[in-house]
C-alpha cells in the first residue's frame, strides 16, 4: 500500500448533493465550523508548484510561504495549472500533492482533532485526523494569518 492509499483509508467518505466547492458551502452542508473544513491550495512561481494545506476560515500568508519556500513572488496557480494536477479549484484533496510538488501544512491544523477536506470533487468530503497528512508530508509550519 503506497502512502497515498493509507492516508485514504484513515479518512471517513463524506457524500452530499450540494456543492461544496467554497469553504462556506462545504461547512454549510456538512454543519461543520469553517475552521473544520480545510483548504488544499496550489501555488506557483515561474514553472515550479508547492502546496499548502490550512483551514478554511484562515488566510494563507504568501509572504510566509515564500520564507518557508525560500522562494521570492508566489501566487495561486489558475484553473487551467489546478487541472495539471487532476482537480478542479474548490475540489483539490490533500492527497493531490504527493509526489509531486513540496508541500507545507498550517501548524494550526494539527491541534484540531478532526478536519475534513475535499475528496477530489464539489460533492465529496474526506474526514480525518490531522495527523494523518504526515503520512503524506512532513512539512509543517506557521503559514496563516
Known amino acids: ?21 467554497s469553504t462556506k458551502d462545504a461547512a454549510l452542508i456538512l ?3 469553517e475552521g473544520n473544513i480545510i483548504k ?3 501555488l ?7 502546496g499548502a494545506i490550512i483551514a478554511g476560515d484562515k488566510k494563507l500568508n504568501i509572504k510566509k510561504i515564500e520564507k518557508y519556500f525560500n522562494v521570492l513572488k508566489i501566487s495561486f496557480a489558475n484553473q487551467r495549472e489546478v487541472e495539471q494536477f487532476g482537480f478542479k479549484i474548490g475540489g483539490i ?3 493531490a500533492f504527493f509526489n509531486k510538488c513540496d508541500v507545507v501544512i498550517d501548524e494550526g491544523l494539527m491541534r484540531k482533532s478532526y478536519i475534513i ?20 508530508y512532513n512539512n509543517v509550519a506557521d503559514i496563516t494569518d
Open 1 to 21: 500500500m503506497d502512502n497515498v492509499e493509507k492516508f485514504k483509508s484513515k479518512c471517513i467518505v463524506l457524500r452530499h448533493k450540494k456543492s461544496g466547492v
Open 31 to 33: 454543519s461543520e465550523k
Open 40 to 42: 488544499s491550495l496550489l
Open 44 to 50: 506557483k512561481s515561474k514553472d515550479k508548484f508547492w
Open 93 to 95: 484533496p490533500p492527497y
Open 117 to 136: 477536506g475535499s475528496g477530489g470533487d464539489e460533492f465529496t468530503g474526506i474526514k480525518f485526523n490531522p495527523k494523518d497528512l504526515l503520512i503524506l
